[in-house]
């Protein structure tokens, strides 16, 4: 059989009758009537991303300033034209994902799985190629203290950038919610590239980057937690 | 693959307050309308929901529910399209955006209707085939029993390029998905419903032979 014979059977049986009650669309009809306004458009994606980017630098010079900049004045100029262009870059990505996310039947260039996944290894891999010193010392608490730092400011740009994109609607809130923590992430992330003096590559590869895959995942249970499972496959309930 | 509209016609058939406004919509398209809606046009949005909910409620139909729950879910979606409308985007197609939050809300609404019956019913149990599928013939059968025995994925695909008529990129969109994995599916459906109506023949075939 071939795949016009198909089509046509597929045609023929989706004009078959599938009665809809007109009064159902008249009620459908009369239920919006009373809340029926005009309503301002999202703005345009780019508008949107920026202001993501806004914040995420905002929190991030910010939360450096209050902490020190001693990580930047120990890097080299070469050391940030590498680290730093490559942060914006993620975080730009990041914040077209999660604005594309959170308004329904967008083109979606990258999952935002794909989008951690990338963004993770690019780090790993521009921190592989800046910092050589292998070396560590106090691995474990200095990396921890690193890491809830670069947490405690990826909250303040979760909740900021949720502010700047409240007016949109995630159909997948799994990925909605793990664009948004990896953006959050990496806003944690640069912070602690300007703070952070601890320029061990073992120290900056493991527990800076591990900031930005505990808040991606975190963001993705978050939309885990408040939205439908999209994607699973639901069986026994055909009437 | 053009949208099929029969159902439409059924539809408005018996509904004749509502002729009018189709006819006033009638050479617009559907972008048009969503600015409209957007702008407080009650006009433009009864347009829209006249002449989208029947390809609406079939995706819902073919999307394992039953009539009734199709009915509850096309209400909940227009409701939560009347939420949502200022995140459309003018010139940007309307189908994606529309689908992607139908999905949702079948979605949404099978996962309360399955924490409500998984202590009433074995969710493992194999659905039961409609009985056209194992007594008509492929030219006689309804697109519901065409396409259950596809997996959902594939059945969304194929309903959403047959039914409504979406290109391969609006599908993409609509399902969160690249148009790649898109084709993918609709391979597969296509091989799934080939296995299918070739073994509905040969059926139908040995039966007249030894009738």
């Known amino acids: 059989m071939k795949d016009k014979e198909i089509d046509e059977i597929l045609k023929h049986a989706a004009q078959g009758p599938d009665v809809l009650d007109p009064m159902l669309l008249a009620q459908v009809a009369k239920s919006i009537e009373s809340d029926m306004k005009p309503v301002r458009p999202l703005p345009p994606t780019w508008m949107l991303a920026g202001g993501l980017f806004l914040v ?41 994902t999660w604005v594309n996310e959170m308004i329904p039947g967008s083109r979606r260039r990258a999952a935002p799985g794909t989008l951690l996944g990338l963004g993770t290894a690019g780090l790993l891999a521009v921190f592989a190629g800046v910092f050589r010193d292998y070396h560590t010392e106090h691995f474990v608490s200095a990396g921890i203290l690193c890491l809830v730092v670069g947490l405690l400011h990826a909250i303040p740009t979760g909740l900021l950038s949720w502010f700047i994109l ?74 | 693959m053009a949208p099929v509209d029969g159902a439409h016609e059924s539809v408005n058939a018996g509904d004749d307050w509502v002729r009018p406004l189709c006819r006033m919509y009638s050479d617009s398209n559907l972008e048009v309308l969503m600015a409209r809606y957007q702008q407080g046009d009650l006009a433009a949005a009864t347009a ?19 009539r009734g729950d199709a009915d509850d879910l096309l209400q909940e979606t227009w409701l939560r399209i009347h939420k949502v409308r200022h995140t459309y985007r003018g010139g940007e197609p309307v189908l994606p955006w529309l689908y992607a939050i139908a999905r949702h809300i079948r979605v949404d609404h099978f996962r309360k209707t399955l924490r409500t019956t998984a202590r009433e019913q074995r969710l493992d149990d194999t659905p039961e085939v409609p009985a056209a599928v194992a007594s008509g013939s492929a030219t006689t059968m309804g697109l519901e029993a065409l396409l259950a025995p596809l997996p959902e994925s594939q059945r969304e695909v194929i309903e959403m390029m047959k039914v409504a008529g979406m290109s391969l990129e609006e599908v993409a969109r609509a399902t969160s998905s690249s148009v790649g994995s898109v084709k993918q599916k609709a391979h597969r459906a296509y091989q799934k419903l080939r296995e299918r109506l070739s073994g509905i023949g040969e059926t139908k075939g040995s039966d007249g032979g030894s009738s």
């Open chain 1, 166 to 239: 409240r007016r949109g609607f995630a159909v997948d809130t799994v990925g909605a919610g793990l664009a948004a923590g990896t953006l959050a992430g990496l806003a944690g992330v640069t912070m602690l590239e300007f703070h952070c003096a601890n320029l061990e590559a073992l120290h900056v590869m493991v527990w800076h980057t591990a900031v930005v895959v505990i808040s991606g995942a975190v963001g993705a249970g978050i939309g885990w937690a408040v939205g439908p499972r999209s994607g699973t496959e639901i069986r026994g309930v055909r009437a």
């Open chain 1, 56 to 96: 995420c630098a905002a929190i991030a010079i910010a939360g450096a300033a209050r902490a020190g900049f001693y990580g930047i004045e120990k890097l080299s100029a070469l050391e940030r034209a590498l680290i730093f262009p490559a942060l914006g870059m993620f975080i730009w990505l990041a914040a077209m």
């Open chain 2, 48 to 66: 829209l929901i006249h002449r989208l909910s029947p390809q609406l409620h079939r995706f819902f139909v073919v999307q394992s529910a039953c």
